[in-house]
Structure formats: C-alpha cells, structure tokens
C-alpha cells in the first residue's frame, strides 16, 4: 500500500530543481526567495497556508516547542510553523523526492536550522517516546488504512497534555468521493474517515477532543476563489501539476465536485495527549 502512495506522490525526480528552474523563469530573485514565494507548491491541502497559520494559532506554540509533523509533504506547513512561531519542527513523510525537496528547500529560506524532514512510515516514526511538545498531521490520514496507528504514533511521540492538532478529508454523507482526487487516482490507496469515525479514532488513541472545525464551505469558496483570480492569466510558475502531473486540472474540478456534494467534508481537530500513559 505504501509503494502505492509514494508512485502516486513521488514520480518526479528533483523537484526541488524543478520548483528552482520554474522560479528563475518567472524572474524571482533565488537568493531572496520567501516563504510566500513557495507556498503553491509546499502548502499541498486545501486553503493551503492560511490553513496551517489558523491550525498553528491554537497549538499553543513557542519557541522552545520542538512540533513533529506527520505527513510533512514538501515541508511548507513544518516551514510556516517555524516562521510564524519560532519553534523547531520534525517531519516525517513516506515519500522520498518530498523529503529532498522539503531539506533543500528549507534550505533556501535559511530554515535548515529549525526544520528537518526524515523519509519514513507516519505509522511508526522513529523518536523517543514522550519527545515532542505539540504533533500536526495535514492531509496525511486519507492515504494511511491504519488510522489507529497513526493516532498511537502522535500520542507516544507527545509529552503528556499537550496539543495534537490534525486537519484531513473525511468522507462525507454525500456519497463516494469521485476520482481522481490529489491524494489517490483510484480509490485503492484512499482511505477516508467520517466524522464519527475520527472523534472515535482519536478519542480511542487517548487523545481529548478540544475542539472539532469544519472549514467544508469556506474550502469550496477558496477554490472558486482561487480560480476566479487565475481565469484569463497566464499559468502559475508553481502548482501541484509539478509532481501529480496534467490530470491535475481534472483532480480540482473532481475536489470542487466533492465538496459541493458533500462527498468529502475538511474538518480539524485540536486535540490533548492524556496526562498519563
Ligand atoms: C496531500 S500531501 C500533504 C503534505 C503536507 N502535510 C502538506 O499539507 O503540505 C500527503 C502527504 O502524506 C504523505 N503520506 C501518505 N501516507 C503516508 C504514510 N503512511 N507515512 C508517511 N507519510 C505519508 C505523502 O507522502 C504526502 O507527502
């Protein structure tokens, strides 16, 4: 199932090069690159860098937080974390070219110091016990079956009491989802919860739910919104058809048509570790 989602992610080879060439042809200067300049192509889920900032702002992050970030993609949210908020961040993601792409990128931004990105399974990251003070996964679940797993993961890497914020696709009661979508092309390497299913997910890894946000609608208006500034413009330099390649156009109208149906729902939750393991 893995090898699955890492062909589904990974099939270009040094994107961080590719993401360097289309930014030099559109005139940016590399040696001052920002954060801003990155963000359609590192902040890979729905309402994109507005999302993380929004998730960030109830963690209860400083800059002595060390945040792990399961599923850290091309590493934008781990990145936006670390700017808007100082701390350190650690990610995990199965796909390696994002890894690479997430290292040197960071890079770019003189980032290197507070972000790193390991290549490996969400499900069983390799960190001591009790070791981070705040945990995030962002459009990360809706590949991964074993959610349970996922979840028990976050609470052994937490400290106790502290934050767990996650922000995924659920299945909504609007029907199947169509395909393709940006996380799976066929429904094989896709693996949606309900919003009932993940308050028990999560409530069954120990965590307490603080807070559950459905951001559904406000997602449907980004991408109206997002195609209405674009219609009769020239292509953006970056975009996620770097790496999910010329179906992605039909993948948007597919996450629209979903959205509308309530065939997917967005929704976040802000959780805590239990005080006691
Ligand atoms: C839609 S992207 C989101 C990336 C990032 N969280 C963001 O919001 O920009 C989904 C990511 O989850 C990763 N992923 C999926 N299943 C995983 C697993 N079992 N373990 C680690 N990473 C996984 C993929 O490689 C991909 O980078």
């Known amino acids: 199932m893995s090898i699955g989602v890492e062909r589904h992610y990974g099939g270009t080879a040094d994107l961080a090069g590719v993401v360097r060439g289309r930014l030099a042809a559109a005139g940016k200067d590399l040696e001052r690159l920002s954060s801003a300049d990155l963000a359609a192509v590192d902040e ?3 309402r994109g860098r507005q999302a993380t900032l929004e998730l960030a702002g109830r963690m209860g992050l400083d800059r002595e937080s060390h945040v792990l970030d399961l599923g850290s993609g091309l590493g934008g949210p781990a990145r936006t974390l670390a700017e808007a908020h100082g701390c350190r961040v650690t990610g ?7 890894c690479e792409a997430a290292t040197a990128m960071s890079g770019w931004l003189g980032l290197s110091g507070r972000v790193r990105f390991v290549q490996g399974e969400a499900t069983r990251p390799p960190f001591p016990p009790a070791s981070f003070d705040a945990a995030m996964t962002i459009h ?17 890497a937490l400290k106790p009491g502290r934050i767990f914020a996650v922000y995924d ?11 393709p979508v940006p996380w799976a092309r066929e429904p094989a390497i896709s693996h949606l919860a309900t919003p009932a299913q993940m308050r028990e997910l999560l409530s069954g890894a120990g965590f ?7 951001s559904t609608e406000a997602g449907l208006a980004w991408f109206r919104e997002k195609a ?27 996450q629209v048509q979903n959205l509308a149906e309530k065939r997917i729902r967005t929704v976040a939750y802000v959780c805590r570790s239990s005080e006691r393991r």
């Open 44 to 46: 890979f889920h729905i």
């Open 92 to 98: 995990i993601d199965l796909t390696r070219s994002f």
């Open 140 to 156: 990360v679940a809706m590949n991964i079956a074993a959610k349970d797993a996922l979840y028990a993961a976050a609470m052994r």
């Open 169 to 179: 696709v659920l299945q909504g009661e609007g029907g199947p989802v169509v395909f």
């Open 208 to 214: 307490e739910i603080l807070e559950e946000i459905d």
């Open 228 to 254: 209405a500034a674009l219609a009769g413009t020239a292509p953006p330099p970056l975009g996620f058809q770097l790496f999910l390649g010329d179906d992605y156009a039909r993948m948007t109208r597919n």
